[in-house]
């Protein structure tokens, strides 16, 4: 490896794609190259964009740590273009790599999707291991090799980035082992962010996604998220709260809980950097990739709804409110006619 090449390149900005395009390199390769930069002393941020680059930026020893501490408090970002005011994602949850319910069919199955629909982002809300304990039979016990194994073989496209909240499998490794699947994700698969455990939030021009995944003992985060992704239910539900917060419940790509397989796809509207409108798509897999089901919310703020329904609650006092399009409303608004 040219160390001073790949350091010059840095110095650059060029995104990881060109750099391993004109060194001729892997992405993995590059990964491992970084490592041996931050033993140098030379460490680095990295800054993520909605077409899936990443770019690398030098920073000195006392702005690593305080870029860590930054995105811990205020979450991490994605920087789109100026002027667009659309985003398109994917959202999973509950993988259970290790657990003989696992689906990496499936899962490579939702990159294939992505890369014909033009879609970037993957959102992913928890459990991305089986960890330490499961209900059904594991395929691989240890928590390490578990880790090992998702590193190895969570599907990769360079232009695909996977945000992610540790979820209560993944943290039962941490708890009791010691086996930390966000550090050593963040050190040879840079194209998996995981922000933390419980509570992840992710930035996105003016406005705020959190994701989040149930561990005991650790409480919702909102703080000044508009849209709420939350694993570990392993089936679909949303509905705005609050007239302002949009909560959805994702479900699992793993067949535990004898639960169909199921990814959504979100398609958020942006207005003066806030997200306006979201549409909500579910897919589930029987055989093939299925669309199963389409839903509308508006995000304005000061808008007043009638229905009231409670199919979110995780406790008694939750109170749901749900606007739901016409199938008019959903013909207009799709072909530019509201």
Known sequence: MNYAELIQLIKEEKTCNEICTILGISNRQLYNSLIDLERQSLFYKR???????IVY??????????????????????????????????VISDLHFGNSAQRLDLLDKVFDYCIKSN???????GDMIDGSFSKTKQNIKSPFDQIEYFINNYPFDKSILTFAVAGNHDK???????????????NYRHDIIIGGYGNVHVNIKKDRILL??????????INEATIILKGHYHKYSAGIKDNSILYIKVPSLSELNKTLPAVLELNLDFQNG??????????????????????????????????????LSTSSDDKILVKRMSQIEKFNRRFGLK
């Open 212 to 221: 989040h995944h149930h561990i005991r003992g650790t409480n919702i985060d």
């Open 47 to 53: 800054e993520y964009y909605s077409d899936g680059s």
């Open 274 to 311: 806030k997200i306006e409108h979201v549409n909500v798509k579910q897919f589930i897999f029987i055989n093939r990739l299925r669309f199963l089901s389409e839903e509308e919310f508006s995000l304005n703020r000061n808008f007043n709804t009638s229905s009231s329904i409670d199919n």
């Open 172 to 186: 039962c490794s941490y708890g009791l082992l010691s086996q930390d699947i966000i550090s050593k994700v963040k």
């Open 119 to 125: 879609i970037h982002i993957i959102f992913c809300c």
């Open 57 to 90: 930026k030098f920073i000195s020893d006392d702005d690593a740590l305080l870029d860590f501490v930054k995105d811990f408090c205020n979450g991490t970002n994605i920087i789109t273009p100026r002027g667009s005011d659309n985003l398109k994602c994917m």
